[in-house]
């Protein structure tokens, strides 16, 4: 079984800087990308930026040049950076990851697409 949990989230206005958090925890080999996804009020759920184990980034075109991704693969952990934030960004941000693990009884490996609970980000215009 694999966790995410988000942190971090609010409200800020239009302008301000943020930054969410989101920590792995349980069995597996790999996780591979890591990301985060937007859902605005009744819209789909949108990517915001991926972080690879291999630290290489990709980024929604209208987060370039505001938002940094990292990640910490000896804690298992992702942290997204949001500066000069927009009323646009405002949704619900949920922590996404590609899992490896390997099935003990079945001596094979399996994947997994884990998705944390989500955290509410609000900008106020």
């Known amino acids: 079984q694999v966790q995410l949990v988000e942190s971090g989230g609010g409200l800020v206005q239009a302008g301000g800087s943020m930054r969410l958090s989101c920590a792995a925890s349980?069995?597996?080999?790999?996780?591979?990308?890591m990301g985060w996804y937007r859902q605005a009020p009744g819209k789909q759920r949108d990517l915001v930026a991926t972080?690879?184990?291999?630290?290489?980034?990709d980024y929604e075109d209208s987060g370039k040049g505001r938002i940094t991704n990292a990640r910490d693969n000896a804690k298992n952990t992702m942290n997204l950076q949001m500066n000069s934030q927009k009323p646009e960004d405002t949704g619900v941000y949920y922590c996404?990851?590609?899992?490896?693990?390997?099935?003990?009884?079945?001596?094979?490996?399996?994947?997994?697409?884990?998705w944390g609970q989500g955290t509410l980000v609000a900008i106020s215009s």
């Open positions: 996404n990851a590609a899992v490896t693990y390997y099935n003990d009884i079945t001596h094979s490996y399996g994947y997994l697409d884990v």
């Open positions: 349980g069995y597996f080999v790999r996780i591979d990308p």
């Open positions: 972080v690879s184990s291999d630290d290489t980034t």
